[in-house]
T-cell receptor
Framework: EAQVTQNPRYLITVTGKKLTVTCSQN?????MSWYRQDPGLGLRQIYY???????DKGDVPEGYKVSRKEKRNFPLILESPSPNQTSLYFC????????????FGPGTRLTVL | DAKTTQPTSMDCAEGRAANLPCNHS???????VYWYRQIHSQGPQYIIH???NNETNEMASLIITEDRKSSTLILPHATLRDTAVYYC??????????????FGGGTRLMVKP
């Protein structure tokens, strides 16, 4: 089944404790991205990647890092999480930029205390 | 991206057609109309897109007015599982910025038995 998976689905952590949210897709998509969703603010793009070893900042990259060492994986790294990073995070992929359909993962609900 | 306007909420009886309108009066000639939906806190799901002709797939139909200033998403036989927030998005196909999707407020569709 074609899908985007994220882990963990739920995470409660404390300020400053480094964490990684994994994202993997099995569709051989070139393009992947991370969004965060907050009430009243909609979906905002954090980082995106056009292909392996090619990443760039989205609208709200501060406090986040990403890497794209393999085509299928695009982890989101929070080196020193803060409470304002409490949010619902989605990973998305599409065949390439400009392709019509983006596939979204199930989401990761992160709480930083 | 052109701004879109959608009703905040709508109700539909199960088994009936759900018609969700979207106004996009500032749409430019190379911008497409996309529809996504999000079932409570799940990842957004692509539904359909179009440029100027009406489109139909297994999920829905998209009717775009001749002047392209508005469109209607039609779910022909709504089920309880179609209860979701529906987002109308207008963007160029080759948008840059990592294929970012900008979700507005959307329409909360409630399908009732």
């Amino acid at each position: 089944e074609a899908q985007v998976t994220q882990n963990p689905r739920y995470l409660i952590t404390v300020t400053g404790k480094k964490l990684t949210v994994t994202c993997s897709q099995n569709m051989n998509h070139e393009y992947m991205s991370w969004y965060r969703q907050d009430p009243g603010l909609g979906l905002r793009q954090i980082y995106y990647s056009m292909n392996v070893e090619v990443t760039d900042k989205g609208d709200v990259p501060e406090g986040y890092k990403v890497s794209r060492k393999e085509k299928r994986n695009f982890p989101l790294i929070l080196e020193s999480p803060s409470p304002n990073q409490t949010s619902l995070y989605f990973c998305a992929s599409s065949l390439r930029e400009g392709r019509d359909e983006q596939f979204f993962g199930p989401g990761t609900r992160l709480t930083v205390l | 991206d052109a701004k879109t306007t959608q009703p905040t909420s709508m109700d539909c009886a199960e088994g009936r057609a759900a018609n969700l309108p979207c106004n996009h009066s500032t749409i430019s000639g190379n911008e497409y109309v996309y529809w996504y939906r999000q079932i409570h806190s799940q990842g957004p799901q692509y539904i359909i897109h179009g440029l100027k002709n009406n489109e139909t797939n297994e999920m829905a139909s998209l009717i775009i007015t001749e002047d392209r200033k508005s469109s209607t998403l039609i779910l022909p036989h709504a089920t309880l599982r179609d209860t979701a927030v529906y987002y109308c998005i207008v963007r160029g196909r080759w948008q840059g910025a990592g294929n970012m999707l900008t979700f507005g407020g959307g329409t909360r569709l409630m399908v009732k038995p």
